[in-house]
């Protein structure tokens, strides 16, 4: 049983007849249900919830966070982005959707500017897999569409991924970088593009297939704890 | 369920009293005893069977390969190197073992020389974690030692592995990258140094620990099989 | 300055006139005369030479090998490719062009099938810078046009590549990671995508300065050789 | 002509006679001795410094930056870390050497704690090259020798490095990933683990000739600098 936190902003689908028509219980309540119970113990948590629903004991009992946000980023406390990086540091998973590019908590992860192209002209994605071999790939054709979603183009101003699973192609004459996995710490980081607010795609089976892998993939490894600072002296190694 | 097929070549235990006395059933009887039945269902294969005991259906019914080879890698045949790399390239996972690494289907699937250092000391091996949050690394503490084993130090002449597990400290002065991963068609490639034929390596309890997540790792994804060659012709494309 | 050997199959030019027309001296002689001399040394290998041109005098005295090839891959003998594979692990640079992906040297050191989707259908393809700190992007605009190539897609089955610099768009759906490379031994390896023989690309002035970086990028490295085998005994170590 | 600055702390040498003795006039004029006229521009920057020495112009005529700290990285102002990051991003080099890898500035471009082991013991460290194919190597020897060094032992947590090229090992049974490089925005950054304040690292032939190498790889690249941001309309696109 993979314990999953879905957190978003929850900010479009309040002041937005578009985005509230696509998702009325908002982005997170689809991704909870679309994620399913099967293998998955899902809640979920909100900007406007106290510490933004990331309470210390949250984190200790989530293995993967799932984060989208956009209007919102800069209301995220700098208290509760410390708090996650040190989570993940410590193994938990995270899955960085979409927009959340910008997050805080994924730009300090990254360590770069995260910025991207980007164009909203209800355009055409097909999302073809670069590593059939990736866990993260499975289940998954060789490539899918997505009639309708916002472009976003390179350069996406992210460090070379240590996995590359998924390029975008757009209509207009774009390429992306769709699906990135990062090993940081103890944790594991994987940035799915998908998921602007006014197209129904956290309701596409591939979309949705791709998610509950990376959940999978980025649960915590069960490894040790490195050990760090001042270590053992010599003499005591020699001694032995 | 995950079906593994433990190769061995099995030409030391019957000439050599010193091997035998360590691993009297032979090294394939002694890791499949250590994977154990606990997800896996475990078979195993010989070098001197028919066909080396690698049939296309014992391959088309094996999800993750295990090879252990050293005196007899000439002996393999061509054509049975030919079908485990179109197996792997078909999504079957191989995990190759200690001297192995001169093994014609690593050298095949790693396209360089894939040579080392190495030397007969009774010396004490470290091995170091790396990439604590890799799921090969799971319950592995972050170093842990074998007190005698033969040496293999760099520079291991293989392509830079796509995730680095853990890096062995030796004794005598030398380095080496011991637990390496690949991605290589639909497949997944494991490399792990340690298991030299005089030392009883392959009863100690991390090292088995590591092969079984390497099985786990090394499964096939169940990616769709991408399609290759003359494509669709762009007239259908743009009447669509 | 760096010596470089083009070497091309030379076989189009001489059976199809649409090919001569567009390369009458052969591609080989384009990209000679493209590279120029401002920092290299060029001479020229094909085919119907002896040896393909390629002796152990002519190899010696290559820092960088350019290979195009096609319909004349299976051709090229195996004792040329061992020749050429052997230099390469001794610090020799290669750029492997276009339809070359196929070529016996290109498959030997990616240890995969090296396969692709393709069409000819005069299509536009745009190539995205994808690592803009790479040095093979020097001078190269964040992309650039060719407005009519042959379309090669994913899945491209090579390992991922070491670095990541290019990535392909095509007009009919269609993406391809153009710009790879790959440390191979104690050489470095290129790929890079463009060049179908119907085409002009070889006098495209962006083409000709990614083929030049690649060619600054792929010389030696001039680190020492590495020593490989039995090593030295564990006694004279402790005694120093 | 690459326009090095080098920036050093300056703190150790101005407070400790063990090091004053090492380094009578700073680590920063040892390194800018030790690096040299050939082909190289240098100058200084400390912390005591207006800006500590990196203004605004400083930066934008600095082609590779080399960055020593130690006891002061708390002092460094996080105005000027930004202003390093942001010129980073812009495509100049960053070469990083021994406890700065907890400076500031390699924390925010790393995303990851980036602790690790240490020890002062007097003791002996080997340095691998395990990618000789690298320019980093360039003239280094398959190993070389530090009679007497701090120990820094694994897990350094860092993301898994773009190239890993040297690999320490350690008298008292640690490794070490001592040669490290990151592709960040349009720059590069190389870790270069060697340099205690107490020992005469930065004499030593090799680890000055590293250095050099890791200037001329982190020199900027010269592609184009990417456009981000909201795209060129769709409309357009097609109209064109």
Chains 1, 2, 3, 4 share one sequence.
């Not at 509230?20 to 679309?34: S, T």
């Not at 980023?73 to 410590?90: F, L, T």
């Not at 197209?199 to 915590?220: D, F, H, M, S």
Request: charged share 25%; aromatic share 12%; proline share 5%.
């Amino acid at each position: 049983m993979v314990k999953v936190t879905v957190w978003n902003e929850f900010l479009h689908e309040k002041q937005d007849d578009e985005v509230r028509n696509v998702y009325p219980d908002g982005i997170h309540n689809a991704l909870a249900k679309g994620i399913g119970t099967d293998g998955f113990e899902v809640r979920i948590a909100t900007l406007d919830q106290p510490e933004h629903g990331l309470t210390e004991e949250v984190l200790a009992n989530t293995d993967v966070l799932i984060w989208w946000g956009h209007m919102g980023h800069d209301q995220v406390e700098e208290a509760i982005v410390e708090r996650v990086h040190a989570r993940v540091m410590n193994g938990m998973g995270l899955i960085v959707l979409h927009s959340a590019h910008f997050s805080k908590i994924f730009k300090k992860l990254m360590g770069t500017g995260c910025d991207l192209k980007w164009r909203e002209a209800d355009e055409k994605e097909r999302i073809w897999t670069v590593n059939p071999a990736h866990p993260i790939a499975a289940g998954i054709p060789e490539y899918f569409e997505l009639e309708r979603e916002e472009m976003y183009g390179e350069h996406f101003d992210i460090p070379a991924p240590d996995e590359l699973i998924f390029v975008s192609w757009f209509e207009g004459g774009e390429v992306f970088r769709s699906g990135c996995t990062f090993f940081r710490g103890q944790g594991k980081v994987f940035y799915f593009r998908p998921g602007h607010e006014t197209y129904p795609t956290y309701y596409n089976e591939n979309v949705l297939q791709v998610i509950k892998n990376g959940i999978r993939w980025a649960a915590p490894s069960g490894a040790a704890a490195p050990v760090r600072g001042n270590h053992q002296p010599l003499e005591e190694i020699k001694a032995k």
